[in-house]
C-alpha cells in the first residue's frame, strides 16, 4: 500500500483500466452468469452494508432473505408445512441464500452427513465404513470440491446415451455406506436433465437423501413450455440447489439451498456464542445482504410472466442457432433441453482458440466428447447469432 492514500480521480483511473480488460458479455457465448438486471443492482447498492451473518442487526434484510426462500419454495413446489417458533423457517421451507451452486451442494451433502452420522435422521441401517454419494459423472466440478473435504466418498455413475445418468449405473454403486444420490437437473455441460423422478424412486426404495443441482436449471425448466419433473413434488427431493445469480438474473454472490425438512437445517448448525443470534447454519459467517436484497427485488420485479419471457428469449436464440449451425453442417450432441448446445465440431479445441483470437468469441468445451459448448443467454442478441455463425464457418473451413 501506498503511505499515503491516492486522489478518487486516481483510483477510478485505476479501476476503469483494470474494467477495460474484462470482457464484455456480449461476444460471450460460454458463461452462466450474465448482466444483472438494472433493479437488482440497486437494490444490492441499497443494502450495501448488510450482514446477514449477525441476522439480529440486521432484520430488514433477513425479512428479505426468507421472503426469497418463500418465493423460491413456491416456485419449486416445497410441500406447505409451518413452523412458526423457528427462525429458519418462518415460511412454508427451510432454507438460506448462498455464495452459489458451490456452497449450495457442500451444505447439503455436509446435512446428509450430518444427519446419518449423528443417528438423527435418515437411514435405519448403520455405517459400516466411509460414507458415499453417488453422482453422475456430468456433475459440476463442485463435488470434486466435496470429495476433498468432506470426508465422503463421491462416486460417478456413467450417462446413457442422452447424456442422462444411467440409473442401472446408479443402482450398481450404492451400497451399505451409501447415503445420498444427487441428479441434476440442467448439467452444466450439455443442458441435460436426468431423470430425477426415477432417481427419487431409487432414493426412497434405499432410505437414501435426494440432492437435486438445480443451479443453473432452477430458473430455467419452471418456465419451459414442457417442464420436467424436477422439484419437491417428486417425493423423494430432500434438497436443491439454485442460483439466482444465473438465470435469475440477480447480483453476484447469489446461490439458495432449500430443504424439504427443518431436520436439514438443525443438523449444519453450530454455536455462535458473540453474535445476536444463538446460532448458524450457513457455510460462511458474513454474508451479503445485498444480494439477498437483489434476488429479492428481482424476483418481485420480474415475476413468472418476466422470468418466461427471459427463458423464452434464450430457448428462441437456442433454436436459431441450431438452426444456423445445421445449414453450414454441424449437428448438435442432443437436442437442446435447455438454453445450452454441445455442437458436434471436428477440431473443437482449435476452433475455440481460433474463434477467441481471430473474432473474440467466447466459447467452451465439453471433456467428454470434446463438442464446442455454447450457452445462449440474455446478453445474447439475434444478430450476434449470425455473426458467430459465419465465423464459425470460416474458422472450420481454414482448418
Ligand atoms: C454453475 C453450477 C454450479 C456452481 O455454481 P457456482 O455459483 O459457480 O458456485 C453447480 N452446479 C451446476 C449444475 C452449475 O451449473
Known amino acids: 500500500m501506498n503511505e499515503h492514500g491516492l486522489s478518487e480521480r486516481e483510483v477510478f483511473s485505476y479501476l476503469e483500466n483494470a474494467k477495460s480488460e474484462d470482457t464484455d458479455y456480449y461476444r460471450v457465448l460460454s458463461s452462466m452468469c450474465t448482466h444483472p438486471h438494472k433493479i437488482a443492482v440497486e437494490a444490492h447498492r441499497l443494502f450495501i452494508e448488510a ?7 440486521f432484520a430488514g434484510a433477513h425479512r428479505l432473505e426468507q421472503e426469497v426462500v418463500r418465493m423460491l419454495g413456491e416456485l419449486l413446489h416445497a410441500p406447505s408445512i409451518d413452523f412458526p ?16 451452486g458451490t456452497e449450495s ?4 451433502v455436509r446435512g446428509m452427513k450430518n444427519l446419518v452420522t449423528s443417528g438423527r435422521k435418515g437411514l435405519k441401517k448403520g455405517l459400516k465404513g466411509t460414507p458415499n454419494i453417488v453422482i453422475p459423472e456430468s456433475a459440476h466440478f463442485s463435488f470434486d470440491k466435496v470429495a476433498d473435504m468432506m470426508g465422503i466418498e463421491v462416486r460417478r455413475a456413467s450417462l446413457d446415451s442422452e447424456f442422462r445418468v444411467n440409473l442401472a449405473s446408479v443402482e450398481k454403486l450404492i451400497n451399505a ?3 445420498g ?6 448439467n452444466t455441460e450439455f443442458g441435460q436433465i436426468d431423470p430425477i423422478d426415477k432417481l427419487s424412486e431409487i ?9 437435486v443441482d438445480a443451479a443453473f436449471g432452477g430458473f430455467v425448466i419452471p418456465f419451459l413450455e414442457k417442464p420436467q419433473p424436477f422439484d419437491f413434488k417428486v417425493p423423494g427431493v430432500t434438497s436443491i440447489a439454485i442460483d439466482p445469480h444465473k438465470m435469475g438474473l440477480s447480483t453476484i454472490p447469489s446461490g439458495a ?7 436439514f437445517l438443525d443438523s449444519l448448525k453450530v454455536n455462535t456464542p458473540y453474535l445476536t443470534t444463538k446460532s448458524q447454519f450457513t457455510l460462511t459467517g458474513t454474508r451479503s445482504g445485498a444480494s439477498a436484497a437483489a434476488t429479492c427485488a428481482v424476483m418481485k420485479y420480474l415475476g413468472n410472466e418476466g422470468y418466461r419471457k427471459n427463458v423464452q428469449y434464450c430457448m428462441q436464440l437456442t433454436s436459431k442457432m441450431v438452426e444456423g449451425a445445421r445449414k453450414i453442417g454441424f449437428e448438435p450432441l442432443i437436442e437442446p433441453v435447455m438454453n445450452v448446445i454441445a455442437l458436434k465440431v ?13 473474432f473474440g468469441w467466447n466459447v467452451s468445451i465439453t471433456r467428454t466428447p470434446r463438442t464446442l459448448r455454447l450457452v445462449l443467454m440474455p446478453h445474447n442478441r439475434p444478430e450476434d447469432i449470425e455473426l458467430f455463425l459465419q465465423d464459425l464457418k470460416k474458422v472450420t473451413a481454414e482448418i
Open 177 to 179: 455406506n451409501s447415503i
Open 51 to 57: 450482514n446477514l451473518g449477525d441476522l439480529g442487526l
Open 105 to 108: 451442494n457442500i451444505q447439503a
Open 181 to 186: 444420490l444427487v441428479g441434476i437437473a440442467g
Open 346 to 358: 471436428p477440431n473443437s479445441d482449435l476452433v475455440r482458440e481460433q474463434l477467441l483470437n481471430r
Open 85 to 100: 417458533s423457528r427462525d429458519s423457517c418462518k415460511s412454508s421451507v427451510c432454507g438460506y441464500l448462498t455464495t452459489g
Open 257 to 263: 439451498l432449500l430443504f424439504r425438512s427443518p431436520s
Open 203 to 211: 432414493a426412497l426404495e434405499n432410505e437414501l437423501f435426494l440432492h
